[in-house]
Each structure stands twice: as C-alpha cells, then as structure tokens.
C-alpha cells in the first residue's frame, strides 16, 4: 500500500494507492486509486474514474483512520509544506503511541530537510523541446538566453523544425540547470546533432566537409583524372590538407556534390568598365559569363541604361582547387616557303610569271603544354626537327612600262579599285564626263594604277578628296572623291600601292572611286589603258 500525502499554505492532499478497500468510515468506502483534499475545512474525494465530492465528516475522521489504520503499513510518504496541520490534529484528537511519534518525528525531519527543494521545485521552469523534458531552471530567464543565444549563435534555419516551449515545471521532472553555458550546449546538441567528418582546406582556408579521409582522397583524385590530359603530370595548386571535425550532419557533402563544389564552388571576381557603343551582352560575351551572372552580380542594373565609364562587376564560377597538368606533345608543322621576285623586264609592270613554284617544308616540333584545369594556357618549345626542306616560289616580276604613244595607243595600266563601272568614260547629260566611275564600299583600298611621283594630294574641290599621280611621257592618273589618303606630294609609288581609301567627298552622289586618264593634260577613255 502506498500513501503520499501533499500538504500546501491552503490545501493538504492525500494520494492513496492500494489493492483492496478500506474503510475511511461507516459512512464511506474508498477503492482503487483516490485522492482525498482538505481544503478550508472541508473535505473532497476524487475518485480514480474523476469527480469531486465533499465530505462530511471532519479531517479529524480522516486523520484518525490514517493513524489507526495506515501508519503500520506505511511504505513512504511526500510532503510538502507544514505538516503542523497533521500534527495538531493527532495529537488533539487521540494520544500518540511512542512509535507513532518517532514516525511522526520522521516525518517532521523529512518535511524540515526536503521542503525548501520541494517549494523550489513548484517555482521552477521546464524547457520542453519536442514534448521532451530537455532541462529545469528556477530562473525563466536562463532558459530564454540559452534558447536565443544557441540559435543566433548557430542559424535557427539550421535546427530544423523543432516544437519549443517554456512553461512551470512539475516537481522531479527534468535535469536541473543554473548556468547557461551548459544548457546552451545541451540545447545545440539536440538541435544541431554533430557528426564526425574530414574538412578540406586550400592554404590553410577550410572549404568543405566530407564524410572521411578516404572520401576526402578520392575526391582529389577524381578531380586529378577529370583534367589530366595525354598522360600529363597532375599538380594542385595551393597547399591542401585535410583534418578531422565535427560539424552539423547537414553539413556533410556527398561525394558527387563535392566534386562539383570544387570545380565550381569558387568565385572569379573582376570589373568591366562599359565602353561606347556597349551592351550587356556584348559585356557577358567579352567577360565568358552569361547576361544572367552579370545581373546577379550588379543588383539594380538596367541594361538599357548602360553609362560610358559604368563599373561592372563580372563575377564568374570558378574551381575551389585549380589542377595543372603538364605534358609534352610533338606535332607536325608546315615550313613556309618564301617568295623570291626576280625583275624582267619582257614584262610590262604589274605583269607576274611563275619561274619555279614553291613548296612548304615539314618540322617536328616538341613542346612543353601547360593546362590548367582543362585548358591550355601556355606552350614553350622544346625541340625542333626538320623532315623536309621548303622550296622557294620563285616569280619574274615585269619591269617595262608602256606609255600612250603619239598615235594614241594606250599603255598598259592596273585596275585602281575592285569594283564595278557605273558610270563610263563619254557624254552624260550633255557634258563630258572625263573619267571612269567604279563602283565600291566606302574604305575599300585604292592603288597606283602604274609606278610614278605623286603631283597632287588634297583637296580639289568637286573632285573632293583627290590624289594625281604622273607616269612619265606624259600619262597622268588622277583618283578623286576619296574618303582618307595615304601620300603626300612628292612621294614616288609603285604600282599596286594604297594611295588611299574609296569615299563620297566632293561632288558626289555616293561612295565610288572617279578614276581618270589624261595625256599631256587632255582626258582620255581610261578604258583604253586598263
């Protein structure tokens, strides 16, 4: 049979628990599990089924029955608060046996030695986390710090979801804490359940966790092989090490999220100054990003608004560890061969004849190729060997120059500009037209049509911009409208070289080159010349 009974400042309660009835008086029988309170002076049942009932008889009854009938069987009691209350009233209503006052003074001992940890145990806090009872504290405020502190601490997000609550704690229920440090660290164990794993470090600046060192070794080796190219030498770059920790699980990567971490966990950071004429995707072009990094990388950016001088961050994924293979390679390269011009003068300038053609050569050529992280970025030569000797191109390159003569017939010239005629040489719109129009793009290149001394270079008005050129015997070329010219006055060219570049200055109605022939002075059908 067990017996506890709870005395507080205004109410005394009796738990009993017993196998068979007894009777509390003839006017009332207790069974099963009941609670008895006193409260103001009246008594009240509460059966294990629930309900109250009050009683009718004084707490003398009661307490006369539990002197009688249950103190020799006895097995252990509770008590809280003053028991002067149980006391009085055995004493008052019926003398005590001295055994009965050494249980009495028992109980006194016990209430004396037990009451202020009792009483201390109603004012106290539980921190329930989960529905589970994690730690007690007489202080609310420990609990409040050691829960905002371990979170802020660590990242709520981090925990999980995870039910919280503080309320009053009930007596014997829970480890008692004062210092908050160890709740703290109670409370992130909980929350944030570790795991043993290997940390990756580059130069001493950790990167990632994985679950041991064989992982963490395989890892480098797969990054190893992934870049190795034509069975090069695999370096790292920087100092890697590896040591052992424990960390939130969640922070444990797999294997195939931390290969993927090192070769694009990293960032590139660098700053594009906008040009004129820019966009953006001219910008992720130039920069290897695509239009969406840029944006991510310069919040608030308008790319419709670009300003010349603008500061653009080009932020790039880049690998954590870079891996440098170097290997040797041996290719097979052509020699150029070189043009040797010989002059003959059977030939009239301008004119080329094949004497002996050329061939390129063949080498072996060794080199030194360096590779990071897959591409190349520099090659050294090692070695050279020739395989075949290359053979000159040798061309007769005419010399003879032939000039109108007195009958008329014209010398042979070079066409000045590629392009088409427009516009011939003759009448047009009852005027003369003194030259020959060939149509070509602005900036399109315009040659000396025979070897000569530059007489004119400038300005000449409707003709705009305007070069001359004189022959000899009489034969001069004049090219007008041009956009830039390339000699001065004075100059001596040859044929076939840039005197300047097709245009529509001066006089005309789009880009093209007027070319003209005059002898001593007269224009003539450039036609005839070409």
């Known amino acids: 049979m067990v017996i506890s009974a709870y005395i507080g400042h205004e109410e005394t309660c009796f738990i009993i628990n017993r196998q068979t009835t007894h009777p509390l008086n003839t006017s009332c029988r207790l069974s099963g599990f009941d609670t008895i309170f006193y409260t103001g002076g009246k008594l009240m049942f509460s059966r294990s089924v629930g309900g109250f009932f009050n009683g009718k008889k004084s707490i003398s ?131 944030f359940p570790q795991a043993g794993g290997t940390e990756l470090l580059v130069d001493g600046e950790a990167k990632l966790v994985v679950r041991d060192r064989q992982v963490a070794a395989a890892l480098l080796e797969a990054l190893k092989k992934e870049y190795t190219v034509g069975g090069g030498v695999v370096t790292l770059a920087g100092n890697v090490s590896f040591r052992d920790v424990r960390v939130p699980r969640e922070r444990i990567m797999d294997f195939d ?18 040009r004129a004429g820019d966009t953006l995707w001219d910008i992720a072009s130039r920069c290897g990003v695509s239009m969406e990094e840029l944006q991510l990388a310069n919040p608030g950016l308008t790319p419709e608004k ?106 042979r ?52 911009n305007c070069v001359e050129v004189y022959h000899g015997d009489g034969v001069t070329t004049r090219y007008a409208h041009l956009s830039s010219i390339s000699v001065v006055a004075g100059q001596q060219v040859e044929r076939g070289q840039l005197l300047g570049r097709v245009g529509s200055t001066g006089n005309a109605t789009g880009p093209h080159l007027h070319f003209e022939v005059l002898v001593n002075g007269r224009p003539v059908n450039p036609a005839r010349f070409l």
């Open 306 to 411: 670009l300003q010349i001088g603008q500061v653009i961050n080009t932020n790039r994924a880049a690998p954590v560890i870079n891996v440098i293979c170097n290997v040797q390679q041996t290719e097979q390269e052509e020699i150029p061969f070189a043009v040797e011009q010989r002059k003959d003068d059977e030939l009239y300038r301008g004119q080329t004849r094949m004497l002996q053609p050329g061939r390129p050569g063949l080498e072996e050529v060794t080199y030194q190729v360096t590779y990071l992280n897959g591409k190349e970025v520099r090659r050294d030569v090692l070695s050279r060997r020739v395989v075949r000797e290359s053979q000159n191109q040798v061309v007769a390159v005419g010399s003879r120059v032939m000039l109108a003569s007195r009958s008329g017939v014209g010398a």
């Open 413 to 464: 010239l070079a066409w000045p500009v590629v392009g088409s005629v427009s516009s011939p040489f003759g009448q047009r719109w009852g005027r003369l037209h003194t030259g020959m129009d060939i149509t070509a793009g602005t900036g399109t290149p315009v040659r000396a049509a025979g070897a000569g001394r530059v007489i004119g270079a400038g300005w000449e008005g409707s003709y705009g």
């Open 61 to 191: 009854c009661l307490l006369r029955w539990i002197k009688g009938r249950l103190l020799p069987p006895l097995e252990h009691i509770h008590l809280i608060d003053s028991g002067q209350k149980i006391l009085k009233r055995l004493m008052i209503d019926d003398p005590l046996t001295p055994a009965q006052v050494l249980c009495l003074v028992a109980i006194t001992i016990l209430l004396m030695t037990f009451l202020p940890i009792t009483a201390s145990a109603f004012n106290s806090w539980a921190l329930v986390v989960d529905g589970r009872v994690l730690a007690v504290s007489p202080n609310r405020g420990v609990l409040d710090r050691a829960v905002s502190e371990g979170l802020a601490g660590r990242g709520a997000g981090a925990a999980g979801v995870h039910q919280l609550v503080i309320r009053r704690a009930v007596p014997g229920e829970g480890p008692l804490f004062t210092d908050e440090r160890r709740l703290e660290d109670v409370l992130a164990a909980y929350l």
């Open 257 to 274: 999220e931390a290969l993927s971490f090192l070769k694009t966990g990293g960032k590139n950071t660098a700053r594009y100054i906008v």
